[in-house]
């Protein structure tokens, strides 16, 4: 039974597509968020989201979107994909604001 | 700005102990996590201070001081699986996602 749960685990598109990213959890958390993790490791916020507010990183390029059909899902659409949005991106959830759970992350590719 | 510094790699032999140091300077402080990451694989937590004090779980112990803005992760014992990449992160308000350091890749060696 598997946690947080994103599809699909590898996304290989080219320039200029729009591609989304699918992010379910079944621990009836709260509050998910989606990170992107760049080729050096490093792990950065792009969105928080529970069922009241949107917290978006403002760094976070507009082509990206989050959209949350209920509490247990959290997705993530991009439009116009560049080069630079290739990573891992990572779905989490929280109870509570403690601990995070993460997905097994989507790694992007676009060439 | 937020700034969470941790040394970039760690070399280290099986039986070992190491400790993994994380200084942090940011606008607010909410609780410290550290997350352990395997290669190709989500981070894990392992342990979550916000007060000052160690934490001891098994043969990991973490640690605070607020007033320094300093934490450490201590692994005992270590085995090969333990080589990993270590990410100190810190909340710095409640109900905000997680800033993380760049991490610490361990290596454990035989």
């Known amino acids: 039974d598997t946690a947080v749960s994103q599809t699909p685990k590898y996304l290989v598109t080219q320039m200029g597509n729009d591609k989304s990213i699918k992010c379910e959890q079944n621990l009836g958390h709260d509050t998910m968020y989606w990170y992107k993790q760049d080729s050096k490791k490093f792990l950065k916020i792009m969105f928080s989201?529970?069922?009241?507010?949107?917290?978006i990183n403002e760094t976070v390029p507009n082509r990206f979107s989050p959209k949350s059909p209920d509490k247990a899902h959290l997705n993530l659409h991009i439009n116009s994909l560049e080069l630079g949005d290739s990573a891992v991106y990572f779905c989490?959830?929280?109870?509570?604001?403690?601990?995070?759970?993460f997905g097994p992350g989507t790694r992007l590719t676009v060439t | 700005g937020q700034n969470i510094d941790q040394p970039t790699e760690m070399t280290a032999t099986e039986g070992a102990i190491v400790q993994i140091n994380c200084t942090y300077q940011?606008?607010?402080?909410?609780?410290l996590f550290w997350y352990q990451q395997h290669a190709g694989e989500a981070p894990t937590f392992l342990s979550y201070n916000v007060l000052d004090g160690l934490e001891e779980k098994g043969r990991f112990s973490s640690f605070l001081s607020r007033s320094k803005g300093y934490s450490y992760l201590l692994l005992k014992e270590l085995q090969m699986k333990d080589s990993a990449s270590y990410l100190c992160?810190?909340?710095?308000?409640?109900?905000?996602?997680?800033?993380f350091g760049k991490g610490t890749t361990l290596s454990v060696s035989s």
């Open positions: 940011t606008s607010g402080f909410n609780g």
């Open positions: 992160a810190v909340k710095t308000q409640a109900g905000t996602a997680l800033i």
């Open positions: 989490a959830s929280s109870q509570d604001l403690n601990e995070q759970y």
């Open positions: 989201y529970n069922n009241k507010e949107l917290i």
